[in-house]
């Protein structure tokens, strides 16, 4: 501002030193005034200019760093929350597998034992019951053989002093191997009598039993 005044007063004494020969002084206002106007306005553009640079500087300056301290701090403390929440999630599945671990192996030593229970204790009570049956079968057993004996010695001895009846035509269904006209046995009562074979009787001895041994 100082250097334009001086500029603007040399201007004007120019122009007025050359009103006389010239017939149109309002010409020297585009060629001569403009320049030097502009010349001195720059001055004041540049302030403005720098005033204006500077407050960008100082705006871009500042949220620059407090872009870098929000992001930093923000970045900081997400880290803190998400590895205390990592954290918990670890421990939360350590002690639940832990615990887990732990009843699923005492439910698994129940039913061992409930198993082994239930494999044992059966097993007395049948070996019970089937030591005495064994035990029982010993007198039975003595008792069937002690019986067969006498009815050998005594009941079958008796009967055999007896000499059965001759049987009757209408007794036998036989008859039709010498009558082929009847198909069914008995049909044929009236024809004659086959001669049957006689087995020999054998003489068993006292210590055969008649229930288990056979002719």
């Known amino acids: 501002m100082k250097l334009l005044l001086p500029l603007a007063l040399i201007s004007t004494l120019a122009s007025c030193t050359s009103l006389q020969n010239n017939p149109r002084p309002s010409a020297e206002l585009p060629c001569r005034v403009a320049p030097e106007t502009n010349r001195g306005l720059a001055y004041v553009s540049g302030g403005v200019g720098q005033v204006a640079t500077s407050s960008l500087d100082v705006t871009d300056d500042t949220l620059n760093y407090g872009g870098k301290v929000v992001d930093r701090q923000a970045r900081d ?4 929350g998400m590895n205390a929440i990592r954290r918990t999630d670890d421990i939360v599945y350590r002690e639940t597998t832990r615990y887990l671990d732990y009843g699923l192996d005492t439910v698994d030593d129940g039913t061992s034992y409930a ?16 030591r005495g049956l064994g035990s029982t079968r010993k007198i039975y057993q003595s008792t069937v053989a002690t019986y067969g004996e006498a009815i050998n010695r005594t009941y079958w001895p008796f009967w055999n002093i007896f000499t059965p009846p001759e049987p009757k035509p209408y007794m036998v269904g036989s ?12 049909s044929g009562w009236h024809c004659r009598l086959p001669q049957l074979p006689v087995e020999p009787m054998v003489q068993e001895t006292a210590a055969k039993n008649p229930y288990t041994v056979s002719k």
């Open 115 to 130: 198993a082994s229970a239930i494999t044992r204790w059966p097993n007395v009570a049948t070996g019970v019951v089937q």
């Open 77 to 80: 403390y997400t880290n803190i």
């Open 175 to 186: 008859l039709n191997d010498l009558h082929p006209g009847y198909s069914m046995p008995g």
